[in-house]
């Protein structure tokens, strides 16, 4: 039987730190200390060539349960649906009106903190309720 191995999700984006930040606040994940020697993350961006500077930016479940953050700057905008996402799994075990109560709930605090709601996939008797949104730099995410 093969071994578990741990991942990380990486992200192409605009602006590293600020996509990061709103995914910890999404997921209560916290970024990482500034780099030894340096006392805040400002400070570490300022001793990089301008070139580098916000290149990355990284986050990771306090718990260490769940996998690593990883933010990269590319040059180039979205286009096009995300064909990986992120599930924030705000709804499990719950069904019906409290299920969906409970994602409307956490949708109206994502959208405080800058993300989009798209559209509400209502329960079918088949699948229950989930909330399709986006992020601060508009990549797809679902609350189910």
């Given at each position: 039987?093969?071994?578990?191995r741990q991942?990380?999700?990486?992200?192409?984006?605009?602006?590293?730190?600020?996509?990061?930040?709103?995914?910890?606040?999404?997921?209560?994940?916290?970024?990482?200390?500034?780099?030894?020697?340096?006392?805040?993350?400002?400070?570490?961006?300022?001793?990089?060539?301008?070139?580098?500077?916000?290149?990355?930016?990284a986050?990771?479940?306090?718990?260490?349960?769940?996998?690593?953050?990883?933010?990269?700057?590319?040059?180039?905008?979205?286009?096009?649906?995300?064909?990986?996402?992120?599930?924030?799994?705000?709804?499990?075990?719950?069904?019906?009106?409290?299920r969906?109560?409970?994602?409307?709930?956490?949708?109206?605090?994502?959208?405080?903190?800058?993300?989009?709601?798209?559209?509400?996939?209502?329960?079918?008797?088949?699948?229950?309720?989930c909330?399709?949104?986006r992020?601060?730099?508009?990549?797809?995410?679902?609350?189910?």
């Amino acid at each position: 039987m093969a071994s578990v191995r741990q991942f990380q999700v990486t992200f192409d984006c605009a602006d590293p730190e600020r996509v990061a930040r709103f995914w910890c606040e999404v997921l209560g994940y916290e970024p990482p200390s500034p780099p030894g020697g340096f006392g805040t993350w400002d400070a570490y961006w300022q001793s990089r060539p301008e070139e580098k500077r916000g290149a990355w930016f990284a986050c990771s479940d306090p718990n260490g349960v769940g996998p690593r953050l990883y933010f990269q700057r590319v040059p180039e905008g979205k286009a096009v649906k995300n064909r990986v996402h992120l599930d924030v799994r705000a709804g499990t075990g719950l069904v019906g009106d409290e299920r969906l109560a409970t994602l409307e709930a956490e949708r109206d605090r994502l959208v405080a903190l800058g993300a989009t709601y798209d559209y509400t996939l209502y329960a079918d008797g088949e699948n229950e309720s989930c909330i399709a949104m986006r992020d601060v730099e508009g990549n797809e995410f679902c609350l189910d």
